[in-house]
């Protein structure tokens, strides 16, 4: 009887490349973070990174660090070639970014690469070529072309995924990957002030980061000058850690970009335990839905530190947690002590309140219940569209066509409607968030940012507003100061936003100047609408929802430039924002699919007070 052949076999060399590949190259950034964690290794004070085609072109980092001889460039390639690890011991006294001695053999597994490095001051480097697999290096080393270079090294990295076509099918859209190199970038750069580190985006200059002194100095490049001037400074010490926690007090966090960035010894890792201290030092302050925004740097003894519990070594773990929790959380509510809390409720900073006093019945009774606001004088539709100036069609036609196709007998939605011209019916603002008014058989209840969602994004999309948005003029404009990432966001969509009605153009370094905005935006807060834009614009999860760019921009504008929860509204304006929903091909949700609307029915509302 013959053996049968074994179930057990050796993978070949090619396969156990590109799934070590595959661990730490998860897309372009991966790359991008690899190359730079060298340089910062090599001790580089500059850094230039070459961006193309989201990365899947070209992705080319050059330093001017130790670079490495011509002994040393063909190992470079190499499995498991480190100049960070000797001993075992090593590994528990690590000062270094990278560790692994994976990195550039992995990028050579899935590219092709070229790697230019020069360890002298005479001018001559050595060049190496590696392509797609390195299986042939043991056998015939890669031959080494000499160069012109100054001390330093250049990696580029070519044809990314070309030969593991089924993993590049899973990448998003290089504009997605682009923006994810940049956000890389900004969070590498925060614990390395003297270092100049610039990033082109397809040929544009999309980062510039000059040295500086401080780390607050570095933050203020990568996030501007008011979110970095905000910051509270919190800080712990032990005798063999420092904890310094930059982090925004909560009456400035409302509108901020959200970051939360924890560095070990310069380091960009995550850890549990410290986002929960962090978040519950700051939720003596806060709601314990706001999360906070904060760069976290410690400075610990390695040996305190367990930094290979994660196939990329993205998360660490302490010798001992639950006192660093402690100690963290004392810190930031030590730190933001000073700092008043907010009332979330009412969208500002509350009062000091030395003590709880005790309210009378009548006045708990009056903060339950909202007195609404007169109308005793009978006004037609006309005043509120002339007050509220959206989608102005001054009757409900479309919604009683929309409910008589549906076969609901309510085809006169409001009581006090008529056929063109209607009065304004009573409408109660409930908390400042949403808005009720009684229907002919029960009640309605809108989401005011869902609804006002809903018209601005049918607007934007509309036949008709092919052309530019009507603007109303600034009388002192508005100079809004971006990261680069944010600044490249606007740049790359002016004409989007000039057909939404924004007048912007570029104010130098990071900034943009907002000259005019669409007509309902005025008075309001301009800075935060266009970062709300935005911040939309660089959500992956919108992009994903929206695959077309003018969609995408429809819904970002739609949900930054809407009527914010805890906004007061007058009557005309309640009317108005009925009115332009009920008045749009769907006023039922928003452009993400969340209700615009609730009614309720005289028949459910006697079950529930059991009539």
């Known amino acids: ?248 007090p909560p009456d400035k966090n409302l509108a901020a970009r959200r970051c939360q960035n924890l560095y070990v010894n310069s380091r960009r890792v995550e850890n549990d335990a410290i986002a929960a201290a962090i978040r519950e030092g700051y939720g003596h302050f806060a709601p314990s839905h706001v999360r906070p925004s904060y760069y976290c740097l410690i400075e610990a003894d390695p040996h305190r530190l367990d930094v290979n519990v994660h196939p990329t070594k993205q998360r660490i773990k302490f010798d001992d947690e639950r006192v660093l929790f402690g100690r963290i959380a004392a810190a930031v509510r030590q730190g933001l002590g000073p700092a008043r809390a907010v009332d979330f409720s009412r969208g500002g900073p509350a009062p000091e309140r030395p003590g709880i006093q005790t309210q009378s019945v009548r006045e708990t009774l009056l903060d339950m219940f909202e007195a609404p606001a007169k109308t005793d004088t009978p006004e037609t539709f006309k005043a509120a569209e002339d007050s509220f100036p959206y989608n102005g069609a001054a009757n409900i036609v479309p919604l009683q066509k929309k409910l008589a196709a549906e076969g609901q007998d309510n085809v006169q939605l409001f009581e006090t409607a008529a056929a063109r011209t209607w009065n304004l019916i009573s409408c109660y603002q409930i908390h400042a968030t949403y808005i009720l008014a009684p229907i002919k058989n029960g009640i309605v209840l809108i989401d005011q940012h869902a609804a006002h969602e809903r018209i601005l994004f049918e607007q934007a999309l509309a036949p008709s507003a092919g052309g530019a948005s009507e603007a109303a003029q600034l009388l002192f404009p508005a100079v809004i100061e971006l990261t680069s990432v944010e600044k490249a966001v606007v740049v790359s969509g002016l004409g989007y936003f000039a057909r939404f009605g924004f007048t912007i153009e570029d104010f130098g370094g990071n900034a943009i100047v907002v000259s005019a905005t669409p007509p309902f935006l005025s008075g309001a807060d301009i800075e935060g609408a266009v970062r709300e834009i935005v911040r939309n614009l660089l959500d992956e999860k919108e992009s994903r929802i929206f695959t077309e760019a003018q969609v995408r921009f429809a819904a970002a504008f739609a949900c930054g430039a809407a009527i914010k929860a805890g906004q007061k509204l007058s009557q005309e304006e309640m009317n108005g924002l009925f009115n332009s929903l009920f008045a749009m091909q769907n006023p039922y949700t928003c452009p993400h699919g969340r209700p615009t609307l609730v009614r309720i029915s005289l028949d459910e509302l006697a079950r529930r007070f059991l009539r």
Request: proline fraction near 6%.
């Open 1 to 248: 009887m013959e053996p049968s052949a074994p179930r057990i076999v050796l993978l070949p060399p090619a396969i156990i490349q590109k799934i070590a590949a595959g661990e730490v190259i998860e897309r372009p950034a991966s790359v991008v973070k690899e190359l730079v964690e060298n340089a910062l290794d090599a001790g580089a004070t500059r850094i230039d990174v070459s961006v193309e085609d989201g990365g899947f072109a070209l992705i080319a980092v050059k330093d001017n660090g130790l670079g490495m001889s011509r002994d040393d460039l063909p190992r470079s390639v190499e499995r498991h070639a480190t100049s960070k690890l000797r001993t075992l011991n090593d590994l528990f006294s690590l000062n270094t970014m990278g560790f692994r001695g994976e990195a550039l053999a992995s990028v050579a597994a899935v590219s092709r690469l070229t790697i230019e490095s020069s360890a002298g001051e005479d001018g001559l480097g050595f060049c190496l070529s590696a392509e797609g697999s390195l299986e042939s290096m043991a056998e015939t080393p890669p031959a080494l072309a000499p160069c012109a270079r100054t001390r330093g090294t250049t990696v580029a990295c070519r044809d990314l995924f070309f030969n593991v076509p089924a993993r590049k099918k899973f990448m998003k859209s290089p504009r997605a990957e682009r923006m994810a190199v940049g956000r890389l970038l900004e969070q590498l750069i925060v614990p390395f002030p003297p270092v100049h580190c610039t990033a082109d985006f397809d040929g544009a200059r999309a980062i510039n980061a000059p040295p500086v002194e401080t780390v607050r100095q570095r933050i203020a490049q990568v996030n501007g000058a008011d979110f970095a001037q905000n910051l509270v400074v919190c800080t712990a010490g032990f005798s063999d850690m420092q904890i310094t926690i930059f982090i925004l």
